[in-house]
T-cell receptor
Framework: DAGVIQSPRHEVTEMGQEVTLRCKPI?????LFWYRQTMMRGLELLIY????????DSGMPEDRFSAKMPNASFSTLKIQPSEPRDSAVYFC?????????????FGPGTRLTVL | SQKIEQNSEALNIQEGKTATLTCNYT??????LQWYRQDPGRGPVFLLL?????KEKRKERLKVTFDTTLKQSLFHITASQPADSATYLC???????????FGKGTMLLVSP
């Protein structure tokens, strides 16, 4: 398996623009997580999907952020409008949820820079 | 809130020594702790999981302990090698929930 795939790997945009990050989870996994990582705040959970349904979006910063999972093999995280403080590395992770103890498999991340 | 605290200062050790990283948690004991390794420019990679009722877990040169009295987990790498240099993240999870709360990680530098 190719692992979790994220695109783009790097994104540079200007403040106010719309940004869309994409994720393809590992085939057969039923849970998907979006995280944001910064030096100041570390790795923060933004949203968690199970069987394509959003279960916990309490980490989504504000209405400018939205995430979708239209099917088991694709998810997007959208920021509109983007702001400089959104600059971070965004990770997607997936897991096969059988019980509470499941390990998560992370993608390579998307480094977002908002100018 | 449920927090995970890891030493923000990098740990520098010499090759062959045992590296010990600390993870402290607040409030009630998590059902389990997970440890991940993260290399620069890459996503975290799962290493070990230890449950609340387990005192110790081993995997090759890695050992993790879980002390509910001290609210602490220790992560040991024996016979450390330069290739072990990375940032190590501790994460807590609760029974019935699939989400994790991560610490900020501790950077380990193993010099030859």
């Amino acid at each position: 398996d190719a692992g979790v795939i994220q695109s783009p790997r790097h994104e540079v945009t200007e403040m106010g623009q719309e940004v869309t990050l994409r994720c393809k989870p590992i085939s057969g996994h039923n849970s998907l997580f979006w995280y944001r990582q910064t030096m100041m705040r570390g790795l923060e959970l933004l949203i968690y999907f199970n069987n394509n349904v959003p279960i916990d979006d309490s980490g989504m910063p504000e209405d400018r952020f939205s995430a979708k999972m239209p099917n088991a093999s694709f998810s997007t995280l959208k920021i509109q409008p983007s702001e400089p403080r959104d600059s971070a590395v965004y990770f997607c992770a997936s897991s096969l949820e059988r019980d509470s103890y499941n390990e998560q498999f992370f993608g390579p991340g998307t480094r977002l820079t908002v100018l | 809130s449920q927090k995970i605290e890891q030493n923000s200062e990098a740990l520098n050790i010499q090759e062959g020594k045992t590296a010990t990283l600390t993870c402290n948690y607040t409030n009630y004991s998590p059902a389990y702790l997970q440890w991940y390794r993260q290399d620069p420019g890459r996503g975290p990679v799962f290493l070990l999981l230890i449950r609340e009722n387990e005192k110790e877990k081993r995997k090759e040169r890695l050992k993790v302990t879980f002390d509910t009295t001290l609210k602490q987990s220790l992560f040991h790498i024996t016979a450390s090698q330069p290739a072990d240099s990375a940032t190590y993240l501790c994460a807590r999870g609760n029974s019935g929930y699939s989400t994790l709360t991560f610490g900020k990680g501790t950077m380990l530098l193993v010099s030859p």
